[in-house]
């Protein structure tokens, strides 16, 4: 028997159970007022705007966003000039048309939204002389109390989650934007700043370059701290560590697994939960779309084993698909893309390879999932599976490393019988396509694994 013919084996084990997914999104820009990167965007017609949202929400299934708050003393007239914290009242703001953004975006399925700030872009009464660390971290408060407020009083929008900083360690070599003491002590001030004012938003902390650098120490340092750590919703990490070159081999970035399961050793016993909340392929693109996207599928698979990371969210769901191409970047490989003319027409929108390896799990382990302990005795075929309670439904998500097709026997421990399975595939030629459906006999399920392919199988109890 040849090695690709032998079936694998992948032992699913109902006793050990792991996180509980939170879902799967990305940062969202502003329809009305885009990202400074995206000047095209601004004049995308209403309905590929919808299309977009649509495919980003509803197909894909992502039902999360970061926003960031930009450059806000430039945009805010309240902010420009020294303010009494305590005081502070803002009436509107240059980010209000951001509500409708994520109000359209919630009809087709967003239901958990966060606010992210750059530290560096407060005022510069508000730095120190680098102009990159906070002096007044009673004014990063004041703002942030008004702004959530002036959102949830005015407008009826309330923010569940507010992150402090985006990266505060990135780049490296230059000072923190907030040190470990001065996060630690800002999650209490503004914790409490914000149950004073009636504001129920959780603080995530740390959203740093990756899990070394230095997610791991804010997370050690904050969640040690009882009275920081009640006011925590989530820790928050970036994977800027080898997992956004596609020409890296999964294979090699052991290191890099090890660092995540030192993350969730410390993050486990506080019950805190772990988002991986950035990632996106960087300059180093290759020339084969589907194998970029292969790559990010073993990257998410690394996140939800290894991390026991609750949330995974892309860099950005929709973007302009030929953005920096003269620069050398090549095609753009957001989740869904704008496609424009030469004109600077937004002609039409199309999922991309990567939304389709996104979507294998985004839109079968939803929130609510649990993620159950899932091994393969093949290194080259990995799983992750998920029960989903309330749905009485098992969802197994399978990813065949090799060229060739390769058998696969699912085995279940500790569930109940399982009957038919749904089945879905992506692969190089394939967009989450809905294959012929096959049926779990006794305590066991098997199915033929097409070559470099995610497959996900959602099982209904017999």
């Not at 209403?46 to 960031?68: C, D, H, P, V």
């Not at 928050?236 to 070159?245: I, P, R, V």
């Not at 091994?375 to 990995?382: G, T």
């Not at 396509?433 to 066991?444: E, Y």
């Amino acid at each position: 028997m040849s090695e690709q013919s032998k079936t694998v084996t992948v032992a699913v084990n109902g006793h050990l159970r792991h996180q509980t997914m939170m879902g799967f999104g990305s940062t969202i820009f502003d329809w009305a007022n885009p990202h400074d990167e995206t000047p095209m965007m601004r004049g995308v017609p209403a309905e590929i705007q919808e299309e977009a949202m649509r495919l980003a929400y509803q197909e894909m299934g992502l039902n999360r966003a970061r926003f960031f708050v930009f450059d806000w003393y430039h945009r805010e007239d309240a902010v420009a000039e020294p303010f009494d914290p305590q005081t502070l009242r803002i009436t509107s703001s240059w980010f209000d048309t951001l509500v409708d953004t994520m109000r359209r975006k919630q009809r087709y399925g967003l239901d958990t939204w966060f606010g992210c700030p750059r530290v560096e872009h407060m005022p510069p009464w508000c730095l120190r002389p680098d102009k990159r660390t906070l002096a007044r971290p009673d004014a990063y408060a004041g703002y942030v109390t008004a702004f959530l407020l002036h959102w949830q009083n005015d407008l009826g929008f309330n923010v569940p989650y507010w992150d402090f900083c985006n990266e505060p360690s990135y780049p490296p070599h230059q000072p923190q934007t907030i040190s470990l003491d001065e996060m630690c002590a800002l999650t209490k001030h503004l914790g409490a700043r914000f149950r004073a004012a009636g504001l129920d938003t959780q603080l995530v902390i740390a959203d740093d370059w990756t899990p070394g650098i230095h997610a791991i120490a804010f997370a050690r340092h904050i969640l040690s701290d009882p009275e920081a750590r009640q006011y925590v919703g989530a820790l928050a990490y970036h994977s800027y560590d080898g997992y956004e070159n596609p020409y890296n081999d999964w294979r090699r970035l052991e290191a890099q697994r090890r660092e995540r399961e030192e993350l969730r050793a410390v993050c486990l016993p506080t019950g805190v939960p772990i988002w991986m909340t950035e990632i996106c392929n960087t300059r180093h693109r290759t020339e084969d779309d589907w194998a970029d996207a292969f790559f990010r599928a073993n990257e998410i698979h690394d996140e939800l084993a290894h991390a026991d990371a609750s949330a995974w969210d892309y860099m950005w769901s929709i973007w302009e698909a030929n953005w920096r191409v003269k620069e050398g970047w090549g095609k753009a490989q957001a989740p869904v893309l704008i496609y424009f003319n030469e004109q600077g027409q937004a002609e039409r929108v199309e999922m991309h390879e990567v939304g389709a390896v996104i979507s294998q799990w985004s839109r079968f382990a939803r929130p609510g999932s649990v993620r159950l302990e899932a091994n393969s005795d093949d290194a080259e075929v990995r799983a992750t599976v998920f029960e989903r309670p309330r749905e009485g439904e098992v969802v197994l998500v399978v990813l065949n490393n090799r060229a060739a097709e390769v058998p696969v026997r699912f085995t279940f421990r500790a569930l109940p019988p399982l009957g038919e399975a749904r089945v879905y595939r992506t692969s190089r030629h394939e967009k989450v396509t809905s294959l012929p459906s096959v049926q779990a006999q006794g305590d066991g399920l098997s199915v033929v694994l097409k070559g470099e392919s995610v497959t996900t199988l959602v099982c209904r109890r017999a």
